[in-house]
């Protein structure tokens, strides 16, 4: 089988499993992006060189975080709780000083961007299609549409009519030329979803312009979090960042434009819901 063909057939089962977990609801969303937290952090440590046991000490702090974060998100908890994350923080830091390993500051520094890099945004989802008020099939539909659509068509005219490197010490395949064909793209696809009849009946702030913004938010973004995750695989020396979906690599390379552009989509519907 060729590498298209396989990218094609995992790419849709990977599609439709997200689609049928935002379709489920909210409990089937959170566990399969706690399965994503969980193997997404595990790539995360593997790549920037984390010992074994503080690897497997991120992972579960970074899932009781992603869990912590959900229940804020889903309105179980309040945001007022997020200041109990203040002392959680103070203990590990003193425990790293207890110990005394070599340069422990560097390492906790690693372990902590886990938790921020990973942990956070794919807590936010849940939080995401909770932002209306009751939970929304559609706001992280739409997400996930307008992204795949960025992508999509930053890589068809990338293809076609790429000529200027974007930046190419860290990704040399990137160009301006694919980049402005997947914001069109992406654009186009806002507008759509302005158009659906359904999408306007359950978010009915979302203007127009709200949904041009939008895509555009989430194209500029998912690209620089695509760069960021090939910055990251660059300093490892690998090419892809796990084994999980073939043809893909690991949920670090499906994820990688997610985990900038979600919480810059969740701070600009937000705003629109709750300013």
Request: net charge neutral.
């Amino acid at each position: 089988m060729s590498n298209l063909a396989l990218r094609s057939i995992t790419g849709l089962i990977f599609g439709l499993a997200m689609i049928g977990a935002f379709w489920w609801g909210p409990t089937a969303t959170a566990i399969l992006f706690l399965l994503w937290t969980f193997v997404g952090s595990h790539e995360f440590y593997q790549l920037t060189g984390a010992s074994s046991h503080r690897a497997w000490g991120g992972i579960l702090l970074g899932v009781g975080f992603y869990i912590y974060f959900f229940l804020i998100g889903s309105g179980v908890l309040q945001f007022q709780h997020l200041v109990y994350l203040l002392p959680v923080l103070v203990i590990l830091i003193g425990l790293e000083l207890v110990v005394l390993r070599p340069h422990f500051a560097m390492d906790f520094a690693r372990v902590l961007m886990g938790w921020v890099y990973v942990a956070l945004p794919m807590s936010l989802v849940s939080s995401y299609a909770f932002i209306p008020g009751d939970y929304s099939f559609w706001l992280p539909m739409s997400f996930f549409a307008l992204l795949w659509v960025n992508d999509s068509g930053a890589y068809a005219v990338g293809r076609l009519l790429g000529r200027t490197k974007l930046f190419e010490k860290v990704s040399p395949k990137k160009t301006w030329e694919g980049f402005i064909g997947g914001l069109i793209a992406t654009v186009l696809c806002g507008l759509l979803f302005s158009k659906i009849e359904l999408v306007q009946n359950e978010l009915v702030l979302m203007t127009t312009a709200d949904w041009i913004l939008l895509a555009v938010i989430i194209s500029i973004f998912g690209t620089i979090g695509d760069l960021v995750e090939s910055h990251l695989k660059r300093t490892a020396n690998v090419k892809d960042s796990g084994v999980l979906i073939p043809g893909h690599g690991g949920v670090l390379d499906r994820f990688d434009g997610y985990l900038l552009a979600m919480p810059m989509a969740y701070t600009f519907v937000y705003i629109i819901y709750h300013l």
